[in-house]
């Protein structure tokens, strides 16, 4: 019975640190951060050419989100080339690895563009719902004070 216990316990402590191990995420270099900024930054921008009437909204937005597409697209593309390229090299797996990292640094752009879109657009959708309801008050108040 000690033997089980022992046993038993052996095994929850290996479980423990398997699970620390596996959820713990690996340190963040200063580079990455850097990138990251850069990444949120480029959306924010996005996000404030963003044309003020509504009437020009959908056009522009679907114009960035065919663009940003598009740029997904390429980005696959070069990649694509990029790692055929490597296996003709004797260092495939450095090769490939940076043709990664270049793609990544590409679309995490892409996405964090693609993220300002969403948020111009939830931003207007929820001007425009409030603007709605607040009509719908103003008229419920008219008709209320019409009554006698």
């Known amino acids: 019975m000690n033997t089980r216990l022992t046993t038993r316990l052996i ?17 963040v270099s ?16 996005l996000a404030a050419q963003a044309p003020a009437d509504d009437a020009l909204l959908a056009p522009w937005l679907a114009a ?11 980005a696959q593309q070069q990649f694509d080339e990029a790692e055929r390229a490597c296996w003709r090299r004797f260092t495939v797996n450095a090769c490939i690895s940076d043709a990664r ?4 640094a590409t679309t995490d752009r892409l996405r964090q563009e693609d993220l300002a879109l969403n948020a111009v657009e939830r931003q207007r959708r929820t001007a425009e719902r409030l603007r709605t309801l607040d009509q719908k008050q103003q008229d419920a108040e008219a008709r209320q004070g019409a009554r006698p």
Do not use: K, W, Y
């Open 101 to 104: 990292i270049e793609r990544r």
């Open 64 to 74: 960035e989100r065919t663009r940003i597409g598009d740029a997904r697209r390429a």
């Open 30 to 45: 200063e580079e990455r951060q850097a990138i990251d900024a850069a990444n949120h930054a480029a959306g924010e921008a």
């Open 11 to 27: 095994g929850m402590t290996f479980g423990a640190t398997l699970l620390v191990a596996c959820t713990s995420a690996p340190p």
